[in-house]
């Protein structure tokens, strides 16, 4: 990936190697993310995309690394495609928009930052589902107590959008998730 020890170290001076993180720290763990899906053939802008996918939090995880009301500071360093996907994906409302997935075409996206709604495109609903299955996947793999607690419901999500992942990124959901 091209400018991956750029990313890197900015994550680095952002604090990412100090904070803890259920797959180690975040650091290892972004880092794992975007390794992930490069293996899985995914595109520039998805792979930065992992590696930032927590800058601004997520729903589950509350740490951030840049403030999601100033976009332009993290879009100037990994670029618009790539920053709109970490947004989506740390803006999330997962209760709101995971009961959803492989249910009902479309979703509704809620942002948990605006409280907005909003239909999501199927495009976007396919890098948002790669991205979700490599961080999930990234846990599963590095916290077995993870896997204990949210294997049985990660395989239930991933088997409802298998449609929207990638056959490398279904591959792997089977392995670490079917035993």
């Known amino acids: 990936m091209e400018d991956m020890q750029q990313f890197v170290a900015m ?33 520039g802008d998805l792979c930065v995309a992992g590696l930032c996918h927590a800058c601004y939090g997520t729903d589950e995880f ?25 947004y989506v994906y740390a803006a999330c409302d997962r209760k709101h928009v995971f009961p959803q997935l492989g249910r009902q075409n479309p979703v509704e996206f809620r942002d948990r930052f605006t409280d907005t709604t909003r239909l999501m495109p199927t495009a976007d609903l ?22 204990e607690q949210h294997g049985h ?6 088997t409802r959008t298998r449609k929207l992942l990638s056959a490398a990124a279904w591959r792997d959901c089977q392995e670490l998730l079917e035993t």
Do not use: C, Q, Y
């Open 11 to 43: 994550l680095e001076s952002r604090g990412a190697r100090k904070i803890r993180h259920p797959g180690g720290d975040l650091l290892a763990h972004l880092t794992r993310v975007a390794h992930l899906l490069e293996s899985w053939g995914a595109d």
């Open 62 to 86: 509350g740490v951030d690394l840049f403030d999601s009301a100033r976009r332009d500071e993290l879009t100037l360093v990994i670029g618009h495609r790539a920053e709109a996907l970490v």
């Open 126 to 147: 396919n890098r948002f589902m790669e991205l979700t299955a490599a961080n999930e996947l990234d846990l599963v793999r590095h916290n077995t107590e993870f896997k």
């Open 153 to 158: 419901g990660l395989l239930d999500l991933f």
